[in-house]
């Protein structure tokens, strides 16, 4: 997405936004999982544009959005004409982009946390197509208590629960030994 590819980090998404205070409010925290960081009551419209010859459906959690464009195949990409928008859009979690064409989605940031924006084909999220949307983060330290067996699932494998994605819980942009690339081989 955006010429990115969503790259696994060593502190999950959710633990770097409950442990960077308001560092958490600026993408660069969070690593190559293509993050998009909302403030909380902001309208947000995705403009996702397919230019591949392939259907692609999307889903996003923690939503259901409105569906205010979706284009027929082959019929390039978004133009920006807003004039045919329905005035009242169906409202969905997942939809499917067609080949070589186009959808146009909105929702209010209005539910604090981690929401993963992703192709429903599990391949194609193993191969990075997906993105990270931080929904209104300083609410979500205020308002959020993890389950302690959490972080002793993640203790388990071996996964920081603090700081950026690196895991730097002194100085929040400095990505030193973050994952920068998918691994090798990708046994997705």
């Known amino acids: 997405m ?3 590819t969503y790259v696994k980090q060593k502190v999950p998404s959710l633990y770097t936004a409950l442990s960077t205070g ?13 993050p998009f960081v909302l403030q909380y009551g902001q309208n947000v ?7 591949d010859a392939a259907l692609h459906p999307f889903h996003l959690h923690g939503h259901a959005f409105q ?4 284009a027929a195949s082959n019929a390039g990409i978004f133009n920006g004409d807003t004039s045919a928008f329905p005035s009242t859009p169906m409202r969905r979690d997942t939809v499917t982009v067609n080949a070589n064409s186009y959808i146009v989605l909105r929702f209010v940031a209005d539910n604090p946390g981690v929401q993963l924006f992703h192709c429903h084909i599990e391949w194609h999220v193993e191969m990075g197509l997906s993105a990270t949307f931080i929904e209104a983060p300083e609410e979500l330290q205020a308002s959020l208590t993890v389950p302690e067996n959490h972080y002793s699932a ?7 629960t603090a700081g950026n994605a690196a895991g730097n819980t002194v100085n929040m942009t400095d990505l030193t030994g973050a994952n920068t690339a998918m691994p090798n081989p990708d046994y997705g």
Not at 67 to 70: D, E, F, G, P, Y
């Open 67 to 70: 569906v205010v464009a979706k």
């Open 22 to 34: 308001s560092d958490a409010n600026g993408t660069v925290v969070y690593g190559a999982v293509n």
């Open 45 to 51: 419209q995705i403009v996702l544009n397919n230019l």
């Open 2 to 4: 955006n010429n990115k």
């Open 154 to 160: 993640c203790a388990a494998e071996s996964l920081p």
